[in-house]
């Protein structure tokens, strides 16, 4: 979507907060503003939703076509305070970390949690163009449609009953696109840096270009809030997944955006099978064999 048209909707928004303190009885009016613009709004995302309907994607990777369904400055604004929980020293807390299936109505704090966890991810940066609070809210909704949408299989970490790490896999039945049948998206140079929809879509089908053709779990998101990063909550997500995956003698495969996360998945069998440049970042796609 066009940046002018995400800010008409931000600035309706503004208008409906302020009005709704200052005048409860003009609501209704800006409502009803909201709603025009909604409309809008999902009539570009539909056009861009069937161009891509067009072209055969991993069925793990559909959930991305509803990133922009949800314009970012509606959603509640982020509440960090909810993830602080002070503390850090050598892994003093660890074992009061519990992994457990995602519990219906945490889809919303989840995202958050991904959203800031993953908001300096390089390819973010590079598709959104920024890193700043309205990157992040864009991230949150797309991680919040996948969440809802397409959840495949959710744990998140908790300490104190607050998430602070959340780990999806999705099992996928093989990618229909190989190396020798590129997506037909336009090249990294031809996007406007300003036509975020066109950037979302070339990112899309340069990963969907590398989806193994052989049936796997799909590992992706994970990521772990950054205070509680380094204690450990990471590799014991990834121990379950790697665990879960053995005991249905599944392959795996992720895409990863970082040189320090490919180290740290080397830890657990995977292994680099192909880097792609996209908006000047490095990819690499990983996989790690069934095991028998």
């Given at each position: 979507m066009p940046s002018s048209r995400r800010r008409v909707?931000?600035?309706?928004?503004?208008?409906?907060?302020?009005?709704?303190?200052?005048?409860?009885?003009?609501?209704?009016?800006?409502?009803?503003?909201?709603?025009?613009?909604?409309?809008?709004?999902?009539s570009t995302v539909a056009r861009a939703a069937g161009q891509l309907s067009s072209r055969p994607l991993c069925v793990c990777r559909q959930w991305l076509i509803t990133w922009t369904r949800v314009p970012p400055c509606l959603a509640p604004p982020?509440?960090?305070?909810?993830?602080?929980?002070?503390?850090?020293?050598?892994?003093?807390?660890?074992?009061?970390?519990?992994?457990?299936?995602?519990?219906?109505?945490?889809?919303?704090q989840a995202a958050k949690a991904l959203s800031i966890a993953m908001l300096s991810n390089p390819i973010h940066?590079?598709?959104?163009?920024?890193?700043?609070?309205?990157?992040?809210?864009?991230i949150e909704a797309m991680f919040s449609s996948m969440l809802k949408e397409r959840p495949g299989e959710v744990s998140v970490?908790?300490?104190?009953?607050?998430i602070v790490g959340v780990v999806r896999s999705y099992k996928c039945r093989g990618g229909e696109l190989?190396?020798?049948?590129?997506?037909?998206?336009?090249?990294?140079?031809?996007?406007?840096?300003?036509?975020?929809?066109?950037?979302?879509?070339?990112?899309i089908n340069a990963w969907a270009q590398r989806d193994p053709l052989q049936p796997h779990r799909h590992l992706g998101p994970i990521g772990v809030l950054p205070q509680f990063q380094r204690l450990g909550i990471g590799s014991k997500m990834m121990e379950s997944f790697c665990?879960?995956?053995d005991a249905n003698h599944?392959?795996?495969?992720?895409?990863?955006?970082?040189?320090?996360?490919?180290?740290?998945?080397?830890?657990?069998?995977?292994?680099?099978?192909?880097?792609?440049?996209?908006?000047?970042?490095?990819?690499?796609?990983?996989?790690?064999?069934?095991?028998?």
């Open positions: 909707i931000c600035q309706v928004s503004d208008a409906a907060q302020q009005l709704a303190a200052a005048d409860p009885a003009g609501v209704r009016k800006v409502g009803d503003a909201l709603a025009a613009k909604s409309r809008e709004n999902e982020l509440s960090r305070s909810s993830f602080s929980t002070g503390g850090g020293g050598d892994n003093p807390f660890m074992n009061d970390v519990d992994l457990v299936a995602i519990a219906a109505g945490e889809e919303h940066i590079a598709v959104l163009q920024g890193q700043g609070e309205t990157e992040r809210q864009h970490a908790k300490h104190e009953g607050a190989s190396h020798e049948q590129p997506g037909q998206d336009r090249g990294a140079d031809e996007v406007e840096a300003s036509d975020i929809e066109a950037r979302i879509e070339h990112w665990a879960q995956v599944e392959p795996a495969f992720l895409e990863t955006d970082k040189l320090v996360n490919v180290r740290f998945y080397e830890k657990f069998r995977f292994r680099s099978i192909d880097e792609s440049l996209i908006f000047g970042v490095r990819n690499f796609f990983m996989w790690r064999p069934g095991q028998e």
